[in-house]
């Protein structure tokens, strides 16, 4: 069994960065879930640096401890983890950095080892996302971002991190009319940058109508969405408000708070998820660590996710047992 | 048609900082609006620097895109803009100042280019808004902002960023009656600060009246006392929340959201703007451009503005025109 | 009378950087209130660095001006204030340096002069409970924090910042039945934290509830609590949320705005204070001193609730006076 | 004439930032140089963030004057410069950069306006050699760096900012019999990096040998080696001791001082440069801005040497002229 | 007798910020020597912020210890000192700021008590000359500094940071014959800059000339100029390197090190000194505090001067009286 | 073989941040030093925070190389290294600190792995010393800081960061007649402060004699006071200037540059080191990251005599055997 170390044993300050003070397992092991970074940042068209966002998260993580009040679950209890580490990237060749991406995820998919990934900037989400079909088909995708990343090209580029979700499309990785894109605001290259992306398929639902509707109906549509299929769950630090997460590449005034970003992930407890991630941690501008305060809270309820899913199907196992034991 | 460069063709972190990308033009040439920076911060009490503020906004936006969704407008099919620079300020010397402030901005209120001015520190108003009298006569104010700036002095010193707008209305630069005052709170020198402006013939919309009417409510006093007075708006980024605007002079908590600040601004569509500034911007304490990322996303909304208003003129004149061709 | 120097006279950034700039006396005069330092960061379990948060609160509070409009008085003319400089602490040796804040405090309440204790980490509270029991016994105390800091023990260490109030009840400082802690969230250790508190006889209304209930019920519920107890106040910095006070040692997402926090502590007004702190300032990830900003104006409102009850006071006394000369 | 706005009329934080406060011209006009920003780092291997470089520099640059005691010159007595702005770069695309930065400087090379490079990375001086060689053929380069920059790959890939200078090699457009690079220093990969590069052919002058040689030596070492072939001058900030620039991607302890760096500069001016560039300045760790101060004026030096060569130029006109005419 | 609190007994962090933790005592006492904090800085031409050198100067200051190994003296066994706190200015108004100034310092000329005034821009030393000269006739000035601040004007301005000593000419109170200007560099806006200065009668050893002579010979020189003379010995900080000094208002490569500066002022422990200042220490750009420590420790050997001469002072006496008793 | 990562495969930014990317090993494995972190501070005195330094460290230390260019060494041709993590310390309490200091080296004595160990602050020390001294006896120890360390008692705390070399004396675990102190200087507490260090026996060499007697006669006067006596290297930061480790407790101006500490290092490699520390980074000062760059630099020499060492062994058993072989 994979855990942290006890902080009642070793301060949360002592011993190498791991997530969470997860132990670093660099293979295929027991595990329920991986953290596995992937620093790259080629792709980013406005400020760079997302390449240190995964030591910054991991730097921030150990202050995390195991049991999540409101989900009301201590994660270890069900759940075994481990730091995988990074993928080698290749800085300056996505291509071949896509490549390392996806050998590096195959075997935790095969392992059904979910991987929990730290960008890096919101270009490797494609890289992921081929991994992630490769095992399990076409997936959903729910987005939180505040933009659709779906242009055809940035500069003339097809792989940035402005486009991954047209390709992803275009690979036949995600199933538009199961995706659902929450958060998008901000100034527009032109009018038609939304309903290109819902002419994709993609349901996209503004910040401004999470704020009129409110986060219970915006989480019943996202149910309504996505069903029973297969997910994957990105989330680009950007989705907050720039003051909850100053350190990020493009940065957009009237995001959401903390509060609400969390109660979002703790609400989707019931969907499929297959993989996660978190991208776009610029630490070069986050001198009080809020963006890493951000996104190491963020990420430990994904991870609360996966240790639920995992304490309802040992439930159900010994549901059945007691039946069939009792048959 | 002046605009910004196509961030299609030229990365946005590319070329030299003027606001939005947009041409550097110092002449008045044909253009709606024109972005004025006056780095002046003799004038500030507490904290100084705001000399940085002009460069520091232009630095972050770059990032600004030409689509206002909220608006529904492409800035750039409407308007005409340029950068024209700054004024050329005397450090310590405040007169000399105030001479400078109004012989750079005269051309343009003669050209009818409207001039969205960034401080420096909230004594340059004084200047822009004789610019602006000498052209317009006496005008209504709009002021945003955690304080009246209607002290008789500080220190002993009449000209100061704490005392514009009582030498303003010594100098019939502006019609009390028509001017209201938005945001004040914060602790005070004495119990009658507030009265004081009140006894001025100021309007004062505390930041707690903001809380308690709400954003429409407030809109709706301040279209009632401005009516169709040609306005001047003010805009002083202690308006917000510390959290939003930490770079600034003398931050008070308790301020408006972002999301409040730039949804007044966009409901003020209808009044008869003249001129704009924002200012008390201070790089030294924006280590995250928190502060750079709120007052480009402000002025963006000023900028809107302006295209709004053009953009309802051009349709008026081809309703005319086309009824006059239909007689 | 001790005051702070005026600054239609002296400009704020001038002077020895006292709080609110105030006289610096360190005996026992004829005053209200000291503040007092305790630059003591030995008890921090994660970040370190709180030693430099009295001199950090300091130096922004010269911002602060007597009259606090929300409260209608000014604070001075009701009340004498002085800073008594910092109690000398022994870093590394806790035993030692409760013997000093003990001493140290102990001619402050004698004298009948409330101290407001800048901390230094949490743990320095015991401390002060020490001292303020010997003098009134038992106390109710009001905890802001989003921590119930009543641990056993932390890596074997009884006395930290994460257990003074389990100490303070062992040693009988504090009568827990007429005390409410305010704010806990945040992952925890195991699913007993907040029970083990609750179970200790402590009143606990976590953030979420505050957020359900709403501030005035949980004044209310604070009131029925303390009823006409003599309380003691002690507010965590990390009360707020890490973008109002992200220089603190375990910030945790989803906290109290500045805006709540002050307006609990207005509301507080009829409770019998015979004491004050506000901990766990650490300047060096306070980059923009929000952190400070939230930290003064906190502590300008606990002065002004020393100033209400002091007003009360000599109206009371004057009404007694002039019910006597009636007789 | 383009030259700097005047400081006895124009403060020094007035204005547009260009370098120096010189004229933003886009265009080939009369003109001895350009400075030309290349803002692009997707050749970065470590730190990355150098594609905000040309503007940081630019920033700070306005504090210098015009007149050069050392050398004794007022540069704009003799010199027409102008600030060109930026290449426009292709994040993510060495090559399609590489095309832009030839496309961009062939007008100027064609005008014989000297290009003066502000990365950016070290990988762009392929491309500005490039162009350099396309007008003047294969050039002496002399490289003041704390590496080679001549290795065959960095994680296979071929173009990055360690490898620039085998491809020019091989490229044809440097001769290695008449270059010198300065500065080496500090861990290595393998014992062979420095025998590589001398291997194909390049002169090694490592710091060690600067500090045992003195600055004159190594001069001669440097006309010896260059002789009256045409030069190109590539100058990483990193050649400097990390304590004056800290800003960069790989910083080397035991570097040259700033004094040193300038005089080498200032020793050279009889060889016939037709091109400068300054690289690898990153802000994010520039806090202090001495990495800023450092180039600017590592920059106004290789300014004065074009200023110089034109007066020489223009002194052996005249006398020329004079001559014929007394014949 | 005034001196530190003990370290042995008060940790150095503990305590309201007075330079070298001295007492605070804003009152004419029996004492040698008193610190005082002009913290103005209208003057300031480039960077501003120097209004926050003085508090930022005493934060470090408290580190520094009593006894000087070097000039083997314990400070304090021979010296009474305080902290006078700050002189008020008028931010804004340079004229009244200097009334303050010579207002402020003259009571202390007249008890014999030696200001070591903190700044703030160097403007503010032609006050303290004003108040030096008054009490003592025109004075020798020895200027470290890396301009001449002899300029007729700046914008227009006559009284600023770089004109203060062209003022002191004119009003007669200091001496050019028998004044030295240490440390002069960087860029120049005319060839004339240092020639002026020369003519005006001031003797100028600029850095260079101190790397060729060598301290001992410059001390020699600046003894010839002195002579018995009473001197005021003025201190910019940017007479140090920009890496010794980044938060300073106009950096120049190419300064002295620590190291040198301290032993300049060591080896002038001969001269007749009536007044001392460091000014230009503007804590924005000060990130790691070397500024701070620079400063502090270039103060710090200011003081001993004033021990070494009182030592020398007692012991004459003594020997007098001895000489006396044994006649 | 224990070794670090290929930067040929892997970019120095990806991966857990271990030491130099070396692999973590929690366990006594066939290696020849094992990396350790003592993230302890509670025996700071001013600043405080080197509980952060070991991951400072680690985190720039990626950039290192294996080829040491002085020593003509490649490190891992020789030897197999390792990163242990860190020692579970007990902030707030220094002697179960020291236990588990001891308890965590044991195993690596044991093992012939020689530690080099991360502070945390000074006080560490004596922890390690216990360790060596239980396996090898009394050792030599060398010194490089900027204060001996040799305290009686601060605060009357007997174990502190001022005062293990004064514990160590007293309990055996050095002899003061093969030990020496190199770089002392600043201001003192007392005239005494060196006198008693030389008193217990210890050869002091002052910074400035450092300064005046050269490297080669300082490392002379090393080896003649060391001879083939086992020892431990201890190397506090602040033995550098400030301005190359400005982010220390204790910050002295003077110091050594890291071109002269790392001379140092590297001729004392005929020394018989038994252990390695290097002591005093505190992260929060050093924004620009030059402390790590001085610190890695440092450590990465000290493990090159470990591998110098070590070939000298296996040439000498190689020797040994060719020996006997040919009998």
Redesign the interface.
């Given at each position: 069994m994979y855990k942290p170390k006890s902080?009642?044993?070793?301060?949360?300050?002592?011993?190498?960065?791991?997530f969470m003070r997860l132990p670093?397992v660099n293979e295929t092991v027991e595990a329920d879930f991986a953290i596995v970074?992937v620093?790259f940042?080629?792709?980013?068209?406005?400020?760079?640096?997302a390449?240190?966002g995964p030591?910054h998260i991991?730097?921030f993580s150990?202050?995390?401890?195991?049991?999540?009040?409101?989900q009301?679950i201590?994660i270890y209890e069900y759940c075994s983890g481990i730091?995988y580490?990074?993928?080698?990237?290749?800085?300056?060749?996505?291509h071949?950095t896509y490549e390392n991406i996806e050998l590096g995820l195959e075997p935790l998919f095969n392992a059904d080892i979910t991987p929990v990934i730290l960008g890096g900037d919101h270009s490797i989400t494609l890289g992921s996302l081929r991994a992630a079909a490769k095992k399990h088909g076409p997936l959903s995708l729910i987005l939180f971002d505040s933009h659709t990343d779906t242009s055809e090209a940035?500069?003339?580029?097809q792989?940035?991190h402005g486009t991954p979700f047209k390709r992803a499309l275009e690979e036949g990785l995600i199933s538009p009319e199961n995706s659902v894109f929450i958060g998008m605001?901000?100034?527009?290259?032109?009018?038609n940058?939304?309903d290109d992306a819902r002419e994709l398929g993609f349901k996209i639902i503004t910040m401004?109508e999470v704020r009129e509707l409110g986060t219970d109906e915006v989480v019943r549509q996202i149910y309504e969405r996505v069903g029973n299929h297969k997910a994957f769950l990105s989330f680009d630090i950007d989705f907050y408000?720039?003051?909850?997460a100053?350190?990020t590449g493009?940065?957009e005034?009237?995001g959401a708070t903390?509060?609400q970003g969390?109660e979002f992930i703790q609400k989707l407890k019931d969907i499929n998820f297959v993989g996660f991630d978190l991208v776009e941690v610029l630490p070069?501008?986050?001198?009080?660590?809020?963006t890493a305060?951000?996104a190491s809270?963020t990420i430990?309820e994904m991870i609360t996710l996966i240790a639920l899913n995992k304490r309802r199907r040992v439930q159900e196992e010994k549901e059945v047992a007691s039946l069939e034991s009792s048959k």
């Open positions: 902080s009642l044993e070793s301060p949360r300050f002592c011993g190498i960065r791991t670093y970074g620093p940042d080629t792709g980013q068209s406005f400020r760079t640096g390449r240190l030591s991991r730097d150990s202050l995390l401890r195991p049991y999540n009040g409101v009301d201590d730091d580490g990074d993928i080698d990237v290749i800085p300056g060749n996505i071949r940035l500069y003339g580029e792989y940035t605001r901000g100034s527009m290259v032109t009018p940058d939304l401004r408000d720039p003051v909850y100053p350190g493009t940065p005034v009237g903390t509060v969390i070069a501008y986050d001198s009080g660590q809020l305060i951000a809270n430990y």
